[in-house]
């Protein structure tokens, strides 16, 4: 089955690779699932399916965990997604998820400055001052080195690692059969949307490999705090950034986990909880642009409490729709109306069939239950982690940007509280929620959004008469179609394939079985062991049919369990 997906051999070293570290991780049963052992022994490879291995005494995510972190950059990269889809994955592997480290062995400094030569037309060294060969960090994408320029000022380099696209696409290439394979033979799922999680994540990891793409974003969210002198976003030098490297400067201030250098330079934590909160508040619900991975390592804390945020190769994107829908669920969860948040979960269920009295009365209860609690006693992370665990009970998935935003927001509070322990986001939300309310019905807003109604209705009436014309030229021609797309009709043709070949072997089975009797009662003919040798070939063949036929129900059967 995977061998007949598999379109080039080039990737078939690869799939080895990852086959044998699920085995080894105790996961041989996916693997035999999704029909990767038949690629392998065409191959020529043997598998050792009960290989023992103190890693299955671990629970699944965890092992799973380790796995993705021994399949290397692509697939920890699709684990820091997964870990966003807390609509999709219960806490025990959105926990494990969140363990998965953006850290890789450092390239040697020798292949760094070959692709920097290459990149840049000349020795780095020749364009700056200093450039420090011990590495910043090394993570799984890229490598940062530490450079000063002729001008004096410091910056940082970051370097794609070598090869790294090659590895990436064959990557690529395999996930994006394996979800086909998933979706298609698993029923159990099917839910998860495998191809659309794989999708998302082609697009998220291309975008991250253009190191420029990472400095325009900084360009932008830049732009959007040119008001703020709290926030500080690092100044990007454009005549040394391309898709493989990129230049930018470099930050001197706290880390983000070392709260200890927080106290020791005699910062306000409660101002920094604020500032940093009200920062990512903005970029959500006013600005659409978001950093999506607020986490502690991409910060830094600098004197006069002001914070500096880096590393914007992950960003997320809300359109104007999407920010109503963020702000109604929230104004609803924080104001109790039940009725509000049931309308924002049916627009996110599209056309997934939900029972919506049922899902109507949990969240009725959902929402009472924090009736009469003061505002500053809500916590929005539980709220939203009890919200996404209802979505999961109703098999609802949240539409991907949504699902990012939101564990953005968890992050956030998180770090807010690890700072301040009486940090509430409840107050620091409740204004950035009134504005985007009221913003929606100022005059303006309203005049612009009725401007564009009659826009939208002067077009559909200017083009209906040539609609009309083209519609009945069609019928008179001939020419007009319907399509009815009946759902799963595809699977249930493969399926009556499946069983009326079964029924053809069925009845030559039954004529070889009935002939090779006939045969055995006529004398004359060549014997074998004194009986007729067509006779026994006709009864070999019919066992051999009837084994075959036998293994095939038993296969669909394990199949569709």
């Known amino acids: 089955m995977f061998w007949e997906t598999l379109s080039a051999a080039r990737d078939l070293g690869r799939l080895h690779d990852i086959a044998s570290i699920l085995i080894r991780h105790g996961f041989g049963d996916m693997v035999r ?7 392998l022994e065409s191959a020529g490879k ?71 030569e290459e990149d840049l037309g000349c020795a780095p060294q020749t364009l700056f001052a200093e450039l420090d060969p011990e590495p910043l960090a090394a993570a799984s994408i890229a490598q940062v080195h530490w450079a000063r320029l002729e001008d004096g000022s410091a910056v940082v380099i970051k370097v794609r690692r070598p090869g790294i696209r090659s590895t990436v696409e064959a990557d690529l290439r395999l996930l994006s059969r394996l979800a086909e394979i998933i979706e298609a033979e ?15 994540f082609t697009l998220s990891l291309r975008r991250e ?3 420029a793409a990472e400095c325009r974003n900084a360009e932008r969210i830049a732009r959007n705090f040119s008001q703020h002198p709290e926030i500080v976003i690092p100044k990007v030098y454009w005549p040394w950034c391309g898709e493989r490297m990129n230049v930018q400067q470099y930050i001197d201030g706290i880390p983000g986990r070392h709260l200890e250098a927080v106290d020791a330079a005699a910062l306000d934590r409660k101002v920094l909880a604020r500032q940093g909160a009200e920062a990512v508040l903005k970029m959500m619900l006013e600005d659409g642009f978001f950093h999506a991975d607020p986490h502690p390592g991409n910060l830094f804390y600098l004197p006069e409490n002001r914070i500096a945020f880096i590393d ?65 006693n809500l916590n929005l992370s539980a709220m939203l982690g009890e919200l996404t665990a209802l979505l999961r009970e109703h ?22 509280q690890q700072l301040d322990p009486d940090f509430d986001m409840v107050a620091v939300a409740a204004p950035f929620l009134r504005r985007a309310m009221l913003s929606r019905y100022a005059p303006e807003a309203l005049a612009k959004r009725g401007w564009r109604a009659v826009a939208s209705t002067a077009d559909l009436l200017i083009g209906l008469p040539q609609d009309l014309r083209q519609l009945l030229r069609s019928a008179r021609s001939g ?42 009662t006529i004398k004359g003919g060549p014997t074998l062991l004194g009986l007729p040798l067509f006779g026994l070939l006709g009864f070999v063949g019919a066992t051999v049919g009837a084994i075959w036929l036998l293994f095939s129900i038993w296969r669909s059967g394990k199949r569709d369990g």
């Open 186 to 200: 698993v029923v159990s799922f099917r839910r998860f949307k495998p191809r659309e999680v794989v999708r998302q």
């Open 479 to 520: 020419r007009l179609q319907l399509h009815v797309d009946v759902t799963r009709l595809k699977t249930f043709g493969n399926q009556l394939d499946r069983a009326a070949s079964r029924i053809a072997v069925g009845n030559v089975i039954a004529a070889l079985i009935i002939g090779s009797s006939i045969v055995m």
């Open 46 to 116: 043997v598998l050792h399916w009960n290989r023992a291995s103190e890693l299955v005494r671990l629970e699944p995510p965890a092992r799973f965990r380790r796995a993705l972190e021994e399949m290397g950059p692509t697939f920890i990269k699709l684990g820091q997604i997964l870990a966003t889809r807390v609509d999709l994955f219960s806490p025990e592997w959105i926990s494990e998820f969140e363990k998965l480290q953006d850290h890789a062995p450092t390239v040697a400094f020798d292949e760094i400055c070959q692709q920097l």
């Open 312 to 376: 914007f190769g992950m960003v997320g994107r809300l359109p104007t729709h999407r920010r109503d829908q963020i702000v109604n669920l929230l104004h609803g969860l924080v104001e109790q109306d039940a009725e509000r948040v049931v309308e924002v979960l049916l627009d996110w269920a599209a056309d997934v069939p939900v029972d919506t009295e049922t899902l109507t009365l949990e969240i009725e209860g959902f929402v009472d239950q924090y009736h009469g609690v003061p505002l500053k």
């Open 33 to 39: 699932r999704l029909g990767m052992e038949g690629a």
């Open 209 to 211: 490999l253009d190191l």
């Open 395 to 416: 098999s609802l998935n949240l539409p991907p940007d949504l699902a990012l935003l939101i564990k953005a927001f968890v992050t956030l509070e998180g770090m807010g």
